[in-house]
């Protein structure tokens, strides 16, 4: 996953005349350039009913993203793609379920959880695998959109192990990108939750690497938030003066009387940012909830 930009008229240089033929009633749509929905915790299975929750869970989430006023600059779907060890049958159902934001011409960042698998992922994903990975055996990249410069990165340490790590070389690679992307803000996008500034009893699931990770955002001041889910559950902390946001699930919770379902819109701005939670129970106490971030300096 090479450096992407979400300018639709970017897209459309990219993808040439005759695509942008079949494609020219899908880009009519007004987008919002400040925009980005964040879904995670999909755990889309192949055998899945149409009709049965965690699919209709993200069916929804995806007709409600098409059926904005203003499209979204860029959905990004933070990992946990897959049911639960990653079989290529839960990435071609997921791929079905996603195919309606991509025909309406939206851009989908994808990322690993620990329920994933990259070989199956890649089979049936193909577009996703980059032909010169800039980490090696890992699925990473940088989305730049109007407000902010969004780094998506690999957490998946091995299918069904629960800790997360990102490993010397991936953080090699983060402070490159991130030294030459110091033009704005800088939003960290990773599966795992770090292991500070949260709950400790998800400690030990989450980044197992979470202290050399902070050395190397908190010294770049450009960094602002580090967004994740794995933990089926939604709150925000801070640690060393950068956001974390713990984003909810798509697909299920453990204790549905603490938690819900649910999918995040991100309003970014140079200073800042409002991050308001949808759930897929209208009368749930965090649907419609808007918190508002400011940077650090």
Do not use: C
């Not at 292991?195 to 699931?205: D, M, S, T, Y």
């Not at 690497?209 to 933990?231: F, M, N, Q, T």
């Not at 713990?246 to 549905?256: E, F, H, I, R």
Request: charged content about 20%; glycine content about 6%; aromatic content about 8%.
């Amino acid at each position: 996953m090479p450096i992407h930009l979400t300018s639709r008229r970017q897209f459309i240089a990219q993808m040439g005349a005759a695509a942008i033929f079949t494609q020219r009633e899908a880009f009519a749509a007004e987008v919002d350039e400040s925009l980005i929905a964040i879904l995670n915790d999909t755990h889309i299975g192949g055998k899945h009913p149409e009709n049965s929750p965690i699919p209709t869970h993200l069916r929804e989430t995806v007709a409600y993203l098409v059926g904005l006023p203003k499209q979204p600059a860029v959905v990004i779907i933070n990992g946990d793609l897959a049911l639960s060890n990653g079989q290529a049958a839960d990435y071609t159902h997921f791929a079905k379920l996603i195919a309606p934001l991509r025909e309406a011409g939206i851009p989908v960042h994808l990322s690993m959880g620990n329920h994933d698998d990259r070989d199956a992922f890649y089979k049936v994903l193909s577009a996703e695998k980059s032909a010169n990975a800039p980490v090696a055996s890992k699925h990473v990249g940088v989305v730049q959109t109007a407000s902010a410069n969004l780094f998506l990165l690999d957490t998946l340490k091995a299918t069904m192990v629960v800790q997360g790590l990102l490993g010397q070389e991936q953080r090699d690679w983060l402070s490159k990108m991130l030294d030459s992307h110091a033009d704005k803000p800088a939003l960290i996008f990773a599966h795992h939750n770090p292991r500070l500034g949260g709950e400790e009893k998800h400690f030990p699931g989450g980044l197992e690497d979470s202290e050399p990770l902070w050395e190397v955002l908190a010294s770049r001041p450009h960094v602002k938030a580090y967004v994740h889910g794995h933990i089926h559950h939604r709150n925000y902390f801070h640690h060393r003066d950068i956001h974390i946001l713990n984003t909810p699930a798509t697909s299920y919770v453990a204790n549905p009387k603490d938690s819900t379902t649910g999918w995040t819109m991100a309003r970014l701005s140079p200073t800042g940012g409002s991050f308001t939670t949808h759930t897929h129970l209208p009368e749930h106490d965090w649907n419609g909830v808007k918190v508002d971030l400011k940077w650090r300096v």
